[in-house]
């Protein structure tokens, strides 16, 4: 009797947690086609017009489209950058050398974000940076970085080396080697890397707040100072927007991981 | 620390370069690190430097000296915001442990599928957008929102769960909540299930067996979760910021103000230096206790 009393209490928890969880993402969908004027939970009735209010929007439209720019810039410049470091830190003959280096490449996601911010703001203010397209995808992409380098490591980690010495041992040399042999293998955690560093650029906030500018502000931000103003379902709209877009990226990120493993 | 501060990727050249052949004997065993170097020198410019000029400004900003330092502790005030920082962080750690354990705990006994779905659960959240969440939350917890609707039906309420210490409590749970489920789950999913059950044998009731066997071997992953999400919670800006009262601030918001708002760029590097020492002194507690349990565990076999 008490085993079973035991249990219940276990799966309440259980249920408690994953509400708790899972539920907060899931109200602003609805939200988002409410008629009404405010963020009243449950709508009582329905309508598009928030989101032709979005798409009219000047302010919110320039916000997205330079999300979207700064994020596929992020993508490209991490994923080059962090790809050629986890596959420079796997081959190192020097393991130490190796180990130092990883630590130094995964510092930004144990520094908290508001000390990054304050230097990276101190620093685009002197160089002319804060608010300019290079500032955004510079502070991005070493915030994208350490996911870049775990995803490609992990790839690299299942990667039988073997096969770039059978390679080279047929004549193809160390460039060829990796875009004909080593490339295609790790491609699927490339990718997945590349799009966790868009998704990281596209949901940064708290160094975007610092360096925005007039002229430059990423979905986020406008999000945020939105938030702080006013209470409009437009916000709702563009939640529920990003909301989809990220999931949808990060669903395939993880079952590109997914089928890594199973291949393996 | 040295790792993190110092300029030059240590070890790059200096510590492995006793090749006696010279150059292209160096090549021929470091070319990878060349590989590593284009993002060594990103981060250099874009993280390092920045962030070790905002600690220098602490102590050179305007003046050289101690006096963000003096500044900052020598204001009730002040101290007041490190406090509620901790006891926020501390709140949130405890809150996150108390369900997290239990959820992990599930984990290890659901069926495979149960399993998969729990821990569907635990990593959607991770991966959704932070400012989407703190907007849900926002909506969820106003005064005519769904929460204080729900507790209306009790005759309890409404509560003033936004802008309080509540709201960012149960924003700051959710975000954390993942980083306490892994690593109890790892650690409890390598805990031999067949010792409670050698436990009962010898006559232990099922509660004492779990309490006496389970738990002391689960605590490696308590100790992990707990420093994880109690550090992460240190640096949190935009749920307190949009979930808290703005007459209750935390560190982040009020470096935020410093520097944004005044340009107070010393006393914002003297919280930084704060903060970052607190952070590095945590996991460097986190790391010698992972480390003297491990010895001991040798020790008893």
């Not at chain 1, 989101?51 to 439209?61: P, V």
């Not at chain 1, 974000?113 to 101190?122: L, N, P, T, W």
Request: glycine share 8%.
């Amino acid at each position: 009797m008490s085993a079973r009393l035991a249990r219940v209490a276990l799966w309440a928890t259980g249920v408690l947690v994953a509400a708790w969880l899972v539920a907060p993402t899931l109200v602003v969908i609805p939200l988002s086609f409410t008629d009404k004027v405010s963020l009243t939970f449950p709508p009582t009735g329905w309508s598009t017009r928030w989101y032709a209010n979005f798409f009219s929007d000047s302010a919110w439209m320039m916000a997205l489209a330079n999300s979207l720019l700064v994020g596929v810039l992020v993508a490209v410049v991490a994923t080059v950058l962090g790809t050629a470091a986890a596959f420079g830190l796997s081959r190192w003959a020097s393991r130490r050398g190796a180990a130092v280096a990883n630590v130094f490449l995964l510092a930004p996601m144990i520094v908290p974000g508001i000390i990054v911010a304050i230097g990276v703001y101190a620093v685009f203010l002197k160089l002319q940076l804060a608010g300019s397209l290079a500032g955004f995808v510079a502070a991005h992409t070493v915030l994208a970085l350490p996911f870049v380098v775990t995803s490609v490591t992990a790839a690299l980690g299942t990667f039988d080396v073997r096969l770039e010495t059978a390679a080279a041992s047929l004549g193809a040399g160390r460039l060829a080697t990796f875009r004909q042999v080593t490339l295609p293998l790790i491609m699927p955690g490339v990718v997945s890397g590349a799009l966790f560093a868009f998704v990281t650029s596209f949901d940064e906030v708290v160094v975007s707040l610092f360096i925005q500018s007039p002229t430059l502000v990423t979905l986020p931000v406008q999000m945020y100072s939105s938030v702080t103003r006013e209470t409009d379902p437009t916000l709702a709209a563009a939640a529920t927007m990003i909301l989809v877009l990220t999931t949808v990226l990060v669903t395939g990120g993880l079952a590109l991981s997914a089928r890594r493993n199973r291949a393996r | 620390m040295a790792a993190l501060l110092s300029p030059v990727a240590p070890g790059g050249q200096a510590r492995t370069a006793p090749t006696p052949s010279g150059r292209s004997g160096w090549l021929a065993r470091h070319w990878p690190f060349l590989l590593i170097v284009p993002a060594l020198l990103v981060l250099l410019a874009v993280f390092v430097y920045p962030v070790a000029q905002t600690f220098v400004s602490a102590f050179t900003t305007p003046n050289p000296g101690m006096e963000n330092f003096s500044w900052f502790f020598g204001s009730s005030a002040n101290v007041a915001v490190l406090t509620r920082t901790f006891s926020t962080a501390l709140w949130s750690t405890l809150i996150c442990l108390a369900l997290a354990y239990p959820y992990a705990y599930l984990m290890t006994v659901a069926s495979p599928r149960a399993r998969a779905a729990l821990l569907l659960i635990v990593m959607l959240p991770f991966w959704t957008s932070l400012m989407v969440r703190t907007f849900a939350w926002l909506v969820l917890l106003q005064d005519t929102g769904v929460i204080n609707g729900f507790l209306g039906l009790f005759g309890v309420g409404p509560f003033g769960l936004v802008r309080s210490q509540v709201g960012v409590l149960v924003g700051m749970v959710q975000i954390l909540m993942p980083f306490m489920v892994l690593p109890l789950y790892s650690v409890m999913s390598g805990i031999d299930r067949r010792l409670l059950t050698a436990a009962q044998s010898l006559g232990a009731r099922p509660i004492v067996a779990l309490a006496r066997i389970f738990v002391p071997l689960s605590l490696p992953g308590v100790a992990a979760g707990s420093t994880m999400v109690f550090i992460t919670s240190l640096g949190f800006y935009v749920t307190p910021a949009l979930l808290g009262s703005p007459s209750e601030a935390l560190i982040s918001q009020f470096m935020y103000t410093q520097v944004s708002g005044m340009l107070m760029w010393g006393r914002g590097g003297a919280m930084a230096v704060v903060l970052f020492a607190t952070t590095l002194l945590l996991m460097g507690l986190l790391g010698l206790a992972m480390r003297a349990g491990r010895r001991r565990k040798v020790g008893a076999r």
